[in-house]
């Protein structure tokens, strides 16, 4: 069993478009995470969210909006695609308490024409 | 801001030997974690090694160990016996202690291992 899973793995649309990545871990966790790595292969973190409640919002533009329905799952939302969102952008989950370990999805490919 | 500087982009290391990766990191905080993660080209974030700032015996696992010098904000990954597998790109982050457990990565290494 995949401990967090992404899908779709890859996307492909175009600009202006509005699309979704969703995102669901099976270990218990209760904090998730989107972090968003660019073409340099940079990792940044986006959103965190702890049951279901969020905790991070890293300066992202209001055209992305995470949604978590339940402690097992957050979606990521994307109005009116730019080209600079193309990226990969990573799930992960961890325990709540500092230090948890973080579990990462394989990442999401989005490609913005 | 917690800052994580990885001065290499890229290293290569023959087969069975062994290579050290770079990491240093500034902060104004006394406890956080620092760790180094693995990216293989199959894209999966993987957690190498884990280090409490607290605890001044460095980490290690298996082939893995790191040299953490916390006045000298240093954090080096040693990898011994290196592996064909052992080819990836290596994330060094930083977490502050603190609710929310926020990563900080730098830049990474591309790690070639070579036959």
């Known amino acids: 069993d995949t401990a967090v899973s992404q899908t779709p793995k890859y996307l492909v649309t175009q600009m202006g478009n509005d699309k979704s990545i969703k995102c669901e871990q099976n270990?218990?966790?209760?904090?998730m995470y989107w972090y968003k790595q660019d073409s340099k292969k940079f990792l940044k973190i986006m959103f965190s969210y702890n049951n279901k409640e969020l905790i991070i919002n890293e300066t992202v533009p209001n055209r992305f909006s995470p949604k978590s329905p339940d402690k097992a799952h957050l979606n990521l939302h994307i109005n009116s695609l730019e080209l600079g969102d193309s990226a990969v952008y990573f799930c992960?989950?961890?325990?709540?308490?500092?230090?948890?370990?973080?579990?990462f999805g394989e990442g999401s490919r989005l490609t913005v024409l | 801001a917690q800052t994580v500087t990885q001065s290499q982009p890229e290293m290569s290391v023959q087969e069975a030997e062994t290579v050290t990766l770079s990491c240093t990191y500034d902060?104004?905080?006394?406890?956080?974690?620092l760790f180094w993660y693995k990216q293989p080209p199959s894209r999966q974030m993987i957690l190498v090694i884990r280090?409490?700032?607290?605890?001044?015996q460095n980490a290690t696992e298996n082939r893995f160990s790191v040299n953490f010098q916390k006045a000298a904000k240093s954090f080096s990954l040693k990898i011994s016996d290196s592996q064909l597998g052992d080819t990836a790109m290596y994330f060094c982050a930083f977490m502050k202690r603190e609710y929310g457990n926020k990563l900080v990565f730098g830049a990474g290494t591309i790690l070639r291992v070579k036959s």
């Open positions: 902060t104004s905080e006394s406890n956080y974690y």
């Open positions: 270990l218990g966790h209760d904090t």
């Open positions: 992960a989950s961890s325990f709540a308490g500092w230090a948890g370990e973080l579990f």
């Open positions: 280090q409490e700032a607290y605890k001044q």
